[in-house]
């Protein structure tokens, strides 16, 4: 039995990718949520408990006492025992590989400019230009996947890893209203609207936790101007 250590559902993008995946794919795990507290330190302190990096999101394999501790190796974890996880075809698997290592890798400017806070709207003032080559840039991989292996994925029919890690972006582009292509958008939806992306979302709006650090990114390069959080 697998436990999976994430944190705060409205800010945690890295925990939501191995989170989202292990839904879809209905691979059973207990979900232990451990919110940020006093910011990256106290965290910090609290996580190395049970992540050997003490960051999150940190899988447990309790029959074999080994913990995973990265998104990306977790992902790896679960192919070798899972099928799915990657697509099966050899080169839609090669392009999803890329794509999602791309994902771990890059992207900067959305990750500082446009930072995971699922519960609120935010009005950018304006675009850099780092930001508008990412948008940009997801636009391009997008549609290259989903036309190249048919969709509505993006290598193919089923839903595998390369979307699990492209699911954060899904909750930036509603959150601060990213100008996507009309595909793009599309393929947004098409995330937003999965079970478990719903359930995940809903718990998010429910949580009470505020962390001063993630509200101040969310909002460094805007105005807010929806909270739909519950309290």
């Given amino acids: 039995m697998f436990d999976l250590y994430i944190a705060n559902k409205?800010?945690?993008?890295?925990?939501?990718r191995p989170w989202v995946l292990m839904k879809v794919m209905e691979i059973p795990f207990n979900e232990h949520l451990m919110p940020f507290e006093g910011g990256f330190g106290a965290s910090h302190d609290v996580y190395t408990r049970f992540s050997?990096?003490?960051?999150?999101p940190c899988l447990v394999d309790r029959e074999s006492d080994l913990a995973v501790?990265?998104?990306?190796?977790?992902?790896?974890?679960?192919?070798?025992?899972?099928?799915?996880?990657?697509?099966?075809?050899?080169?839609?698997?090669?392009?999803?590989?890329?794509?999602?290592?791309?994902m771990h890798s890059g992207f900067g400017a959305l990750r500082d400019e446009c930072s995971m806070n699922c519960?609120?709207?935010?009005?950018?003032?304006?675009?850099s230009a780092n930001l508008k080559a990412d948008v940009n840039r997801l636009d391009a991989l997008w549609?290259?996947?989903?036309?190249?292996?048919?969709?509505?994925?993006?290598?193919?029919e089923h839903f595998s890893a390369v979307d699990a890690f492209y699911v954060p972006v899904a909750f930036r582009v509603q959150t601060f209203k990213l100008p996507v292509s009309e595909k793009s958008q599309a393929y947004v939806e098409r995330l937003l609207a999965?079970?478990?992306?719903?359930?995940w979302y809903q718990?998010?709006?429910?949580?009470?936790?505020?962390?001063?650090?993630?509200e101040a990114e969310t909002l460094k390069n805007g105005t807010l101007e929806v909270d739909y959080r519950t309290s």
């Fill in 10 to 16: 409205n800010y945690s993008s890295w925990s939501l």
């Fill in 52 to 56: 050997p990096s003490g960051l999150v």
């Fill in 69 to 102: 501790w990265d998104s990306l190796a977790i992902v790896e974890y679960l192919a070798e025992q899972h099928a799915n996880v990657w697509p099966s075809d050899k080169t839609a698997r090669a392009w999803a590989r890329s794509a999602t290592a791309e």
């Fill in 119 to 127: 519960g609120v709207r935010v009005a950018l003032n304006g675009l």
């Fill in 143 to 156: 549609q290259q996947g989903i036309e190249r292996f048919g969709g509505p994925f993006l290598a193919g």
């Fill in 194 to 199: 999965l079970p478990a992306m719903q359930a």
């Fill in 203 to 214: 718990a998010a709006l429910e949580e009470t936790w505020r962390e001063p650090m993630h």
